[in-house]
């Protein structure tokens, strides 16, 4: 029903930024709530914000003031502004989309932030 495709990872020195962008495929992609979810190696996976169809806000206190999720359902797209990248934040970013009892994910981005 749903497709999600994330872009916009890569490789970033600390302190540095990226903006993940996930676009989805499929109707009504306004009513879903959306969330950026991570998952280090050898670690489970993490919410790390979310943002509901009302535009509701969420975040992990990790990442608390330096990452911003926002969405434009116009483009069926939500967005992961990070900013003040730390080591700590490298891992795989997954986009999740959740209407109901459905659920749905998207293939991954890698994030590694290093010197």
């Known amino acids: 029903q749903v497709q999600l495709v994330e872009s916009g990872g890569g490789l970033v020195q600390p302190g540095g930024s990226l903006r993940l962008s996930c676009t989805a495929s499929g109707r009504a992609f306004s009513m879903y709530a959306m969330g950026w979810y991570r998952q280090a190696p050898g670690k489970q996976r993490e919410l790390v914000a979310e943002?509901?169809?009302?535009?509701?806000?969420n975040y992990a206190d990790s990442v608390k003031g330096r990452f911003i999720i926002s969405r434009d359902n116009a483009k069926n797209t939500v967005y992961l502004q990070m900013d003040s990248l730390k080591p700590e934040d490298t891992a795989v970013y997954y986009c999740n989309a959740v209407w109901s009892v459905r659920s749905y994910w998207g293939q991954g981005t890698q994030v590694t932030v290093s010197s």
């Open positions: 943002i509901t169809k009302g535009g509701s806000t």
